[in-house]
């Protein structure tokens, strides 16, 4: 089964989405090009380093630079909250946010989809200027998802955008 990018609306000149890990064995030539072909120039994977050496994650790099798609590694442990690691998450939603300023597409990546890399999606809306509440709802529709929005709510408070 393959992962579907889930696009966010409304992103101006880029574009920034979130997809869940593929089905089998990492992302497979055949995918990437799929991702590069969609108009996908950075894929940030949010799986731990554990994750990617079990999914096969080995050649991904080397494979999407090939076809054009910067592949950036950032592991957060599933379920976990960055705080610990606040300033770097900051930073990579900083350089994910210029991207998309430059008209780029961005897509996050983590198991499902759903947690990290909309942690990930959420931080780089906040950046664009997009309220907290607003960020979450673009990222996840109508889904609860307290973690993000008290992590988000947290930095538009003390991070002057």
Known sequence: MKATLQ?????????????????????????????????????????????????????????????GVDFVPFPVAEGAIPRDE???????????????????????QCFGGIGRSTLLACTTLVLLGIAPGEALRR???DSEMPVTRDWLHDLSRTTRI
């Open 86 to 108: 606040a300033a770097k998450v900051v930073g990579l939603a900083g350089r994910l946010a210029a991207h998309v300023r430059a008209g780029r597409f961005v897509a996050t």
């Open 7 to 67: 696009v966010i609306a409304g992103m101006g000149a880029g574009q920034l989405a979130t997809i869940a890990h593929p089905r089998g064995d990492g992302w497979d030539a055949d995918e990437l090009t799929e991702l590069a072909g969609d108009g996908v120039t950075v894929l940030v994977s949010a799986l731990t380093l554990a994750e990617q050496q079990r999914m096969g994650f080995g050649g991904t790099t080397e494979t999407a630079a090939r076809l």
């Open 139 to 141: 990222v996840s529709g």
